[in-house]
């Protein structure tokens, strides 16, 4: 047998061609597979609502902000494909309009409008026009938001534009779309997309004052007037060139520290609406979609925008016996502030 290893010769079977042809056939079927989840996140079912009672309807209506590319944009398609009302947002109407113009070539039912969160003119007409149109909105995905780091850049350059967009521009839009959020026996839903880099117990990028951190963990300490001086002290900081020994975190500090505030909003925001009757009950949960391949993360993540979306569209779905609120959640498994 010319040619052949040894193994060949005393077996016919050549175990190196065996053991590569057999890795090769693995390596095809991982791969097979994980393109047949990606193709199936945005079916209903294979979501994992196939033993879920439906509670929603046509007549459902989910806000989308930041919606018009990368997660916000999967996301609203997933909600409309499960058959939801979507209104898509965006700072520019006529991106807002562009995706929503593909959506809807898609037979799904979709809106665009205009929205800055970080206006709060825009934000009180973007309300107005909500009440005209559909009076009052039953899923809020605050998904808008801004970093201008990558790779190993930590520039706190655009610091206040980041902290304005990230914690207080979601804030704004929460506390103003609140009283449209309409009463029914499953709850209302809003999902804030956040970070895990936001953690205040993070192993690597946690924030360096013992006491600032056990003050944001206890819900006797916690405040909006607490991370409002959290905030002010960073930024006041910043503006004196003296942020690098604050005890701030270390990995995209200003991004890191504006979603450390909204995952702390989260809690505190839950705590008080908690307080409604079930029948005005309000469930306000965040979610880390992962280092998603999006133009915010210059395209260099190892997640799709489908995978990333996910477990957003799975928290505004779940029915209301397995929901929660002012919880934390990554690939659909609660985690730790």
Not at 279 to 287: A, G, T
């Amino acid at each position: 047998m010319r040619g052949t290893c040894s193994s060949a010769r005393n077996t016919g079977v050549c175990l190196y061609c065996s053991t590569s042809a057999t890795l090769l056939v693995t390596i095809a079927w991982v791969f097979s597979k994980k393109q047949e989840k990606v193709a199936l996140l945005g079916t209903i079912s294979n979501l994992t609502f196939q033993m879920v009672i439906r509670w929603w309807s046509k007549e459902t209506v989910a806000v989308v902000t930041g919606a018009n590319q990368g997660i916000g944009y999967e996301i609203a398609r997933q909600l409309a494909v499960h058959g939801l009302h979507v209104v898509l947002t965006s700072r520019d109407f006529d991106r807002a309009l562009g995706a929503t113009t593909n959506l809807q070539a898609e037979g799904l039912s979709v809106q665009p409008c205009q929205l800055d969160i970080t206006d709060a003119g825009s934000v009180m007409s973007f309300a107005s026009w909500i009440q005209l149109e559909h009076g009052g909105i039953d899923v809020l995905v605050n998904n808008a938001g801004v970093n201008f780091n990558g790779g190993a850049d930590n520039s706190v350059e655009f610091a206040e534009t980041v902290i304005k967009t990230n914690y207080y521009g979601t804030k704004r839009i929460i506390d103003t779309m609140l009283p449209m959020m309409r009463p029914s026996s499953f709850g209302a839903r809003i999902v804030n997309v956040s970070s895990r880099l936001g953690r205040a117990n993070g192993r690597k990028n946690k924030i360096g004052d013992p006491t600032l951190r056990e003050n944001l963990m206890k819900d006797e300490t916690l405040s909006e007037e607490l991370l409002d001086e959290m905030l002010t002290n960073f930024l006041s900081q910043v503006n004196d060139g003296t942020w690098q020994n604050g005890g701030w975190p270390q990995m995209y500090t200003d991004y890191s520290l504006s979603k450390l505030a909204l995952n702390v909003y989260t809690r505190l925001k839950a705590r008080r609406l908690s307080e409604r009757l079930d029948s005005h009950r309000v469930y306000i949960n965040c979610f880390c979609p992962g280092w998603v391949k999006t133009q915010m993360t210059n395209w260099e993540g190892n997640m799709s925008a489908e995978e990333g979306a996910d477990t957003g569209v799975w928290m505004a779905l779940l029915p209301v016996e397995n929901i929660s609120s002012g919880r934390f959640y990554a690939e659909r498994r609660e985690i730790d502030f």
